[in-house]
């Protein structure tokens, strides 16, 4: 009998997930590294002060919605068990996000995969150790994901305005979910038009300026209007009653400081030693700060250009291209960020060149890792012994990392590419 049974993979992936959680309360009690996340404590610190009335604003380096302040709320109440209550819905998180890519996975617009292989793909979140250890620390991208794995369903099953609602939530809770929005704009617009349309064009009509005036009015459409209103409305309305209840520190906080953040420290970013000399040198006036025009290529490539290029071939694909794209060209990249785009992997793997060639995928998986693992050691003589490894050390193992990722977006983007445009309803 096969090990790979729904019932199987689930209750490993839970069993294990407490197995952390159960050592991590061990490791923070007696090693003096601790276990659990200096977010974590971030997470719950803010939470204390909104059980008392306050604002989550009063802790500082707190930037997130009030949203997750107020689920942390019982991690207010005393005792060990409700302080790593937190952790443990952010690991409960993880299982409904793997739940829910089965349930992608298996449907007919996903692909209809028979279960087996389904969950064989699900794996790599479910039974990732890297996934159970960051949401057990206290990370909570483990609710993000159950958010984009929902909308990717949602999509697919012509939910649109339930997709607006998760697309409005997600990028509430976590800024970055809103190039998923040009995505699906363009993945909800036919694959090509049909026999009639192409018979009553001709090629003047279509060089005139009233084709162009047709094809913006075309692209209109009932879906992509729903899409639009429910998901601004979502997002505004979250927004407004946040602004209603902490006023400008939560604009601040949530959303302007991250134009500005310089974090120079845990960061994979090509920018690292360029933000580490930002922080130390003031801005001139009139001059642009570094930290905001590091967005433009970023932006440029996640948002618009493989939207434009990739969602009709595949949306599941595109969205996983995209967040690789935008953690990787990210001016701040910490472990926490590489969960966005693993929980996109079991879309895309399936038909991946890193699955149909073992040699390219263990390369790529051995540049990755390996990459990593000299970043990793350049920053531990750094913090814990004192040596200035900013250049070449941090600034050449951070580069590396960098050009790794892109030679694999690379890859991406050439198997979605050559990936048949599916056809579908609109």
Known sequence: MSF??????????????????????????YSPLPYTDIDYFVFTDAARYVSQGLSPYQRETYRYTPLLAWLLIPTAWPGVAWFSSGKA????????????????LRS????????????????????NPMVATISTRGSSEGLLGVMVVALL?????????????????????????????????????????????????????????????RAILAFITPTRIALVISSLTT??????????????????????????????????????????FCSAIPSATGYVPFESLAFMPQL???????????????LAGTMLAQTFAFVAFNKVCTSQYFLWYTILLPF????????????????????????????????????????????????????????VNCWILGIMIVDIGNKPTPTRKN
């Open 4 to 29: 790979v049974t729904g019932p199987n993979i689930f209750a490993s992936a839970i069993i294990f997930r407490v197995i952390l959680l159960f050592y991590g309360l061990f490791q923070d009690r």
């Open 89 to 104: 819905l952010f690991a409960l998180a993880d299982v409904v996000a793997g739940w829910l890519i089965v349930l992608v």
């Open 108 to 127: 007919p617009s996903g692909g209809a995969m028979p279960m087996e292989r389904a969950l064989k793909f699900t794996s790599i979140w479910l039974l």
């Open 153 to 213: 369903w949602a999509v697919l099953n012509q939910r649109i305005k339930l997709a607006g609602v998760l697309l409005g939530l997600a990028v509430h809770f976590k800024i970055y979910p809103f190039i998923y929005g040009v995505t699906i704009l363009w993945y909800l617009e036919p694959s090509s038009p049909s026999t009639s349309e192409k018979s009553a064009s001709s090629p003047a009509q279509k060089a005139s300026s009233s084709s162009v005036v």
């Open 235 to 276: 997002f505004a309305a979250l927004n407004l009653l946040m602004y209603s209840i902490y006023s400008t520190p939560f604009l601040t906080h949530t959303y302007v400081h991250h134009l500005t953040r310089i974090d120079h420290r845990h960061n994979f970013s090509p920018y690292n030693t360029l933000l580490h």
């Open 300 to 314: 440029g490539l996640s948002a618009i250009l493989l939207p434009l290029a990739l969602a009709k071939k595949d």
């Open 348 to 403: 895309y793997l399936p038909y991946s060149s890193f699955l149909s060639s073992s040699r390219l995928g263990i390369t790529a998986a051995v540049l990755w890792v390996g990459t990593q693992a000299l970043w990793l050691q350049q920053a531990y003589a750094l913090e814990f012994l004192g040596q200035s490894t900013f250049i070449p050390g941090l600034f050449v193992a951070g580069l590396a990392f960098f050009a």
